[in-house]
């Protein structure tokens, strides 16, 4: 009981550390300034006549939103003897397994290439693709776990090695409720031979009381079941607590203007990795132009380096020429400490479809990075993080799948190799849009990317019976390598709660 | 509250195993730590960082009352889960705090104090506890409010009749300084970890400016 209270007030405090900081706290000041002109404010009871004026006007809901949206990125309170590495990752042998001494070295050979002042993109390899982030995930092994010969009970029969926790089929059947059979769900239950009075209408009414009210937690419980394509820009923005205040403006105004100002080597990998992505795609190719100044931007923002007190990455130093290893002259390169690798862009294209202004759609992006798509490509044992992701999709198929798993891996195709590349990009490039949206809307809502391995596991359950037929990789793969006619939501549901175990 | 050390001798990790160690196939599972202390005292709080290990129980040997003859062992821990499914890593590196209302008995006067470790699962190859470390309440630190100039204030001096031309008044030069430091003081107590939000270059991101790490 006693550790439970001072955990509490330790994230008290430390919530109200952090918003002192922002914006809404000194608003909160001068609104309660201006407050005490008003009539009903007496003197007598100041503090609960100025509680109820916020309630009323609205600013209560506000700073509400703000300590939700602290909260869901708050890691766990640590313990006082635990060093700061230990709250980043706790297994000592993944934060040895991190990878920035690679990427920089890499960063640092390309380095050499250049000198012209134009960029010559020929000279540009990508920096890794997501097939050798699949290699060293391969290779991330415990030194205390027993990885003998002989078969035992818990050899791994898929790529991942490790031993992480993942959920079983029941915990995910409850952490996953709201997409069961009995509850409606956008994404199915709005087809056009289904009429729109048994749901949709009312979701739609639903969602604009949730967005008069202005409740980012109500609003996150209500997306679990899809959002109306009208109303998903502005639940999004609830949800993520961006709003689009005249400071927020000048800020991007500022990233831009160092854009047309300076240069990094960094601009050269984006220009590489927009055009060899996303404009070769189909449905984002008109958003091009959008791309190029959101990413831009989003590496010249020091402010992203904040996440890496819960990422297990750190970001990448390089130091001034002549003064190696002394701190006062490191820069982190690129600014924001994210070094982008092939596919980088797809993050960004699906929030195009939403966002028209460029200053509104850079910090839905950065704020979705933040939370969530940074697990995608670095090495921790967090539920969410990609290692975790990949033994998730391999124990679903394997417990649901055995016939298919044991066959596929006796043709040298592990189905992680072929699923991997839609988990890391969260799907992006692979689904049709409309799709993709309503599978971001869950994430949104659950906080978490396990729903990610659920799709793919799923996706493979809906094509296993052509999977039985093939002989090698290239056959699988091939099988595998068109999903844009699937439908997400009704997948999800067959695999969770209609497949007979 | 400070916490202060307690001194202690902590022996090496036991196996307890049927047969000898060296040619019986399978691993142990049971682990045993003896600590002694020094001095019989009472302590709050004990730390460590976990390595694998899944349930820990905790005996303690105290000192007896007078008219008792042999001291005994008394479980003041049982089976404490550490890691909630031993197979899996949750739990397996962390950092753990027990504090004494965890406890089933007083640790007021400890002599001696057992640690046993238990790792059903025979996946992993080692198991133990690291940076152990026992903790008691030290003295309450006063708070310091005043600096020590302004709690002993110089005894009245007669002021010096050097300058002729018009002095400032003194009470108000001392309102004003007493309105400085307030404020601060409030800067001070109000520290935050915003950023201020400049990105500033000045050539520092320049290409031949930078080098290899």
């Known amino acids: 009981m006693l550790q439970e209270e001072e955990d509490l007030s330790l994230t008290i405090a430390h919530i109200v550390q952090k918003l002192k900081g922002s914006r809404l706290y000194s608003q909160l000041e001068r609104q309660a300034w201006v407050s005490l002109q008003k009539p009903e404010i007496k003197l007598e009871s100041l503090k609960e006549d100025i509680k109820e004026f916020f309630k009323i006007s609205g600013w209560e809901k506000k700073l509400q939103n703000a300590v939700y949206s602290e909260l869901t990125v708050f890691p766990l309170p640590r313990h006082p003897a635990a060093p700061p590495e230990h709250l980043k990752e706790p297994l000592v042998y993944m934060r040895k397994a991190q990878r920035p001494v690679v990427e920089q070295k890499e960063l640092l050979n390309k380095w050499n290439e250049m000198g012209t002042d134009e960029p010559d993109l020929s000279l540009f390899r990508p920096v890794y693709a997501p097939k050798d982030f699949l290699e060293v995930l391969i290779n991330l092994r415990n030194p205390n776990y027993e990885n003998g010969d002989h078969l035992n009970l818990k050899t791994h029969l898929g790529l991942i090695q490790v031993p992480l926790k993942v959920k079983y089929i029941s915990e995910l059947k409850e952490f996953f409720i709201e997409l069961s059979l009995n509850t409606g769900q956008l994404g199915i239950d709005d087809a056009t031979q289904v009429p729109p009075e048994l749901f949709e209408n009312e979701h739609v009414r639903l969602g604009q009381k949730v967005l008069a009210e202005q409740d980012s937690a109500a609003a996150q419980q209500y997306i679990r079941q899809g959002s109306p394509t009208a109303l998903r820009a502005e639940l999004w923005a609830l949800i993520l607590n961006v709003s689009n205040q005249p400071e927020d403006l000048l800020y991007y105004e500022q990233l831009k203007s160092n854009v047309i100002q300076h240069d990094l080597l960094v601009d050269s990998l984006i220009y590489k990795d927009v055009k060899l992505t996303a404009s070769n795609d189909d449905y984002y190719f008109v958003f091009e132009d959008y791309l190029y100044q959101v990413l831009l931007c989003f590496s010249r923002d020091t402010s992203v380096l904040g996440h890496f007190a819960y990422n297990s990455a750190s970001p990448p130093k390089s130091y001034i020429r002549g003064k190696l290893g002394m701190e006062d002259y490191a820069v982190f390169y690129p600014p924001n400490g994210v070094i982008p690798f092939h596919g980088f862009s797809m993050y960004v294209a699906p929030l195009c479809f939403l966002y028209h202004e460029p200053s509104k759609l850079y910090q839905i992006f950065r704020e979705m990075y933040v939370r969530f798509f940074f697990r995608l490509h670095s090495i921790s044992s967090h539920p969410s993080g990609i290692v975790s992701l990949c033994l998730l999709f391999e124990t679903l198929l394997q417990t649901h799948l055995p016939q298919l798993f044991y066959h596929l891996r006796e043709i040298g195709a592990q189905p992680l190799r072929i699923s991997f590349k839609w988990m890391v990009r969260a799907f992006s490039g692979y689904l049709a849009t409309d799709q993709l949206l309503l599978l971001w809307d869950r994430i949104l809502g659950y906080n978490s990317l396990e729903i990610l391995a659920v799709l793919a596991a799923a996706v493979f359950a809906f094509r296993a019976v052509n999977l039985m037929e093939v002989t090698s990789l290239a056959a699988a793969e091939a099988v595998l390598a068109d999903l844009s006619t699937l439908k997400v939501m009704p997948l999800l549901q067959i695999f969770l709660f209609a497949t007979i175990t | ?213």
């Open chain 2, 1 to 213: 509250m400070s916490r202060v050390p307690v001194p202690c001798h902590i022996k090496g990790a036991v196996a307890l195993q049927v047969g000898d160690v060296r040619t019986v196939q399978g691993r142990p599972g049971v682990l045993v730590i003896d600590v002694t202390f020094p001095t019989a005292g009472p302590f709050e709080e004990i730390t460590f960082k976990n390595y694998y290990t899944a349930f820990l129980s905790i005996r303690v040997r105290q000192v007896g009352s007078p008219n008792q003859s042999s001291t005994k062992w008394i479980t003041c821990l049982r089976d404490y889960c550490l890691m909630p499914n031993p197979h899996n890593e949750e739990g397996a590196q962390d950092y753990v705090s027990l504090y004494k209302h965890q406890m089933l008995c007083d640790m007021d006067k400890v002599l001696e104090l057992r640690l046993i470790l238990r790792q059903p699962s025979p996946l992993w190859l080692n198991f133990t506890l690291e940076e152990l470390q026992f903790f008691q309440h030290g003295p309450q630190s006063s708070s310091s409010a005043f600096t020590k100039w302004l709690s002993h204030p110089a005894p009245y001096e007669q002021p010096a009749l050097l300058l002729q031309q018009a002095l400032p008044d003194p009470d108000k030069v001392s309102s004003e300084v007493q309105q400085m430091w307030m404020l601060t003081e409030m800067i001070r107590a109000s520290r935050t970890t915003a950023r201020i939000g400049r990105f500033d270059v000045d050539g520092c991101y320049d290409l031949n400016l930078l080098s290899y790490t």
